[in-house]
Each structure stands twice: as structure tokens, then as C-alpha cells.
């Protein structure tokens, strides 16, 4: 038993060490682009202003009646190339757009034809 309690814990704590910085936040900034997000949670960033790695939008018309339930959809309409991050408090989640991860650079107007290829109208 004192080996398995001499290896076991140790083995726990090197876990939770790796898995935590893997799941670190990303460095929010203070300031978003402009996007909007419809019934059907179909994104639109305004393609008249750059490119930028995060936009803002507001949640609250989209009635959550949960923090979970917010997430279970931004969840799902998260990939590769986007990633979302649910404020329920302030009833915002934020867009993170991987711009590094396609081949070559997009610009806006591509990004925003392939955020509403993903809309489920």
C-alpha cells in the first residue's frame, strides 16, 4: 500500500501540473472587433474594419437559461479554427479566431464566409 501511495500522488500531481497548462486562458485583450450573432447562433463579423483575433458578442436575446447551456452550444460550434469563451455573468462570449492555423492568411471577408458556411440555416 505505501507504494502505491508513494507513486499514485506524485502521478496525480504531474497530471493536474500538465493538464492545467493546456487549459490555461488565452491572454483576453481589452478591446474586440464588431461581430453579432443571430437565433440560429450564425456569427457575423463586419468585414468593412481588419481582421482581428477576438470579437465580443452579446448573448443576452439568445435567452441561456444556464451557464452550461451557453457553453453546450459554443461548444459545438467551436473548432480548429475558432474558439469561444462564454462570460455568462456579462452576457458576452468572446470569439477567438486562429488565423495562424490555415495554410496561408485570409482576410476578413474569407473568415466571415467561413464562420457563416458553419450557420445551421
Known amino acids: 500500500m505505501a507504494i502505491f501511495k508513494n507513486t499514485f500522488i506524485p502521478l496525480i500531481l504531474v497530471s493536474f501540473i500538465v493538464l492545467t497548462s493546456f487549459t490555461k486562458d488565452t491572454q483576453w485583450p481589452a478591446q474586440y472587433g ?42 459545438a460550434i467551436s473548432n480548429n479554427y475558432l474558439s469561444y469563451k462564454v462570460d455568462f455573468a456579462n452576457q458576452v462570449t468572446y470569439l477567438q479566431i486562429h488565423a495562424n492555423r490555415t495554410k496561408e492568411l485570409k482576410d476578413v471577408i474569407w473568415w466571415n464566409d467561413y464562420i457563416q458556411s458553419l450557420c445551421k440555416n
Open 34 to 75: 464588431e461581430a453579432t450573432i443571430d437565433a440560429n447562433y450564425c456569427v457575423k463579423i463586419d468585414v468593412t474594419k481588419p481582421l482581428e483575433s477576438f470579437y465580443k458578442l452579446e448573448i443576452s436575446h439568445l435567452n441561456f437559461a444556464t451557464l452550461t447551456d451557453a457553453q453546450k452550444v459554443f461548444g
